[in-house]
T-cell receptor, first 115, second 113 residues
Framework: EDQVTQSPEALRLQEGESSSLNCSYT??????LFWYRQDPGKGPEFLFT???AGEEKEKERLKATLTKKESFLHITAPKPEDSATYLC????????????????FGQGTILTVHP | ETGVTQTPRHLVMGMTNKKSLKCEQH?????MYWYKQSAKKPLELMFV???????ENNSVPSRFSPECPNSSHLFLHLHTLQPEDSALYLC????????????FGSGTRLTVV
């Protein structure tokens, strides 16, 4: 069974204070690791997909990296509008299998950035 | 209209009521999903539909009944719910063959009284 653990549960930063969120995972055959951002009362919004160890992706102040056991979401010089819950999810399995297309999510990290 | 649309946004229902949640995707995706999100818990997969066929029922109680009449529409029929069923219900779609992640709707906030 796929497992995803995110840490820390909550993170408070001052504006401009860079930090990282962690996502540890256990899967049989990783097809993709996904990062989402979720604002209160809304559905998760897609940020990145990473497919293989060593891969990196960037978007504005966010940078996601992937190893064989974990992923990091680095936030550089955050702003208050970056405050949200950040979700990590994994997809595993082979085409035609019952788990194909299914995502398993972590519990999320609640990020608060103070001005 | 684009993306994934869920209606209603908010729903309050008594334990003896019957109601339905609706989800529509305008992305041409071939898979749709229902997830339940409760406070401080990971998103819980409820149902998966690939090409309109249900491929997964994640041990969901029978008081939740999904329906997928075509690849663009997904319903969740609710009856005799319990207060612990109060949560945010999220619909998502994806293009399974390409292995992409999901596109989510904004969710329905359900309160059972």
């Amino acid at each position: 069974e796929d497992q995803v653990t995110q840490s820390p549960e909550a993170l408070r930063l001052q504006e401009g204070e860079s930090s990282s969120l962690n996502c540890s995972y256990t899967v049989s055959g990783l097809r993709g690791l996904f990062w989402y951002r979720q604002d209160p009362g809304k559905g998760p919004e897609f940020l990145f997909t990473l497919y293989s160890a060593g891969e990196e992706k960037e978007k504005e102040r966010l940078k996601a990296t992937l190893t064989k056991k974990e992923s990091f979401l680095h936030i550089t010089a955050p702003k208050p509008e970056d405050s949200a819950t950040y979700l990590c999810a994994v997809s595993s399995g082979s085409a035609g299998g019952t788990s194909y297309g299914k995502l398993t999510f972590g519990q999320g990290t609640i990020l608060t950035v103070h001005p | 209209e684009t993306g994934v649309t869920q209606t209603p946004r908010h729903l309050v229902m008594g334990m003896t009521n019957k109601k339905s949640l609706k989800c529509e995707q305008h992305l041409g995706h071939n898979a749709m999903y229902w997830y339940k999100q409760s406070a401080k818990k990971p998103l819980e997969l409820m149902f998966v539909y690939n090409f309109k066929e249900q491929t997964e029922n994640n041990s969901v109680p029978s008081r939740f009944s999904p329906e997928c009449p075509n690849s663009s529409h997904l319903f969740l029929h609710l009856h005799t719910l319990q207060p612990e069923d109060s949560a945010l219900y999220l619909c998502a779609s994806s293009q399974v063959a390409q292995g992409y992640g999901y596109t989510f709707g904004s969710g329905t906030r359900l309160t059972v009284v």
